[in-house]
């Protein structure tokens, strides 16, 4: 089997070169973000819990480079696309299966989807890649990627008459176009109370608490009242 720096060397160099020309929200740096993320969760999370086994850092830092190596949101919803592109890739390194199996189940289960996406399987690795994730999604990068996203999907900004709904289903969360604003409360400010690690809890307070204070206020200035 190739060795594991090898082999994250290899991925990266997947990634960038898959992820050139994708949308700013979900391209190199994003992943690049998350992969920094997972590993700094990672170390906390074993730091914490020494006396315990480690997580599998390997598959921790496969997982996040390409957890979004083909998003179903660019592929017309496609949920299946992103695991088979990962498998392909790591199966054509030959890599162990068993690995190629965890970092599948990982990209399959990770994403948020309106929170419907509450599947059977569950891992401490999981956890720390869906936390590194999830992190990259609030605070001032989140932010930012929310409006880049909602831009190249050509959505307005707001619309008070246009509230949010917090009952969509799934297929009505892949293909909205509703303002980003209402993305806040459909999942931007959900995300905190749902980070699975206690390093993830942490990091995600003070980027939640900045969320707050921007809409706070984006509304003000909505009014001209700032």
Do not use: C
Not at 85 to 91: D, M, Q, R, S
Not at 101 to 123: L, M
């Amino acid at each position: 089997m190739i060795k594991a720096n090898e082999l994250i060397e290899q991925t990266v160099l997947f990634v960038q070169q898959t992820l050139a020309q994708a949308e700013g929200g979900h391209d190199w740096w994003h992943i690049y973000r998350v992969w920094q993320n997972a590993k700094t969760i990672a170390a906390k999370e074993q730091a914490e819990n020494a006396a315990g086994p480690a997580p599998d850092l390997l598959i921790i830092e496969l997982a996040a480079l390409l957890h979004d190596i083909a998003d179903s949101k660019f592929h017309e919803g496609d949920d299946s696309i992103g695991p088979r592109v990962a498998g392909e890739f790591l199966n054509g390194l030959g890599v162990n299966t068993a690995i190629v199996s965890e970092v599948q189940q990982i990209i399959t289960h990770i994403s948020f989807k309106g929170g419907h996406n509450n599947g059977s399987y569950h891992s401490r690795e999981l956890d720390i890649v869906q936390d590194a994730d999830r992190l990259d999604a609030i605070g001032a990068i989140g932010i930012a990627r929310a409006f880049n996203y909602g831009g190249f999907k050509n959505r307005p900004l707001y619309d008070p008459n246009q509230p949010p709904n917090l009952s969509k289903t799934v297929e009505q969360y892949k293909f909205n176009r509703d303002p980003t604003i209402n993305h806040f409360y459909e999942k931007l400010f959900l995300l905190k109370d749902r980070m699975n690690t206690r390093s993830g809890k942490q990091m995600a307070e003070q980027r939640h608490a900045f969320m707050e204070g921007y809409i706070q206020q984006f509304y003000a200035e909505w009014e001209g009242n700032r």
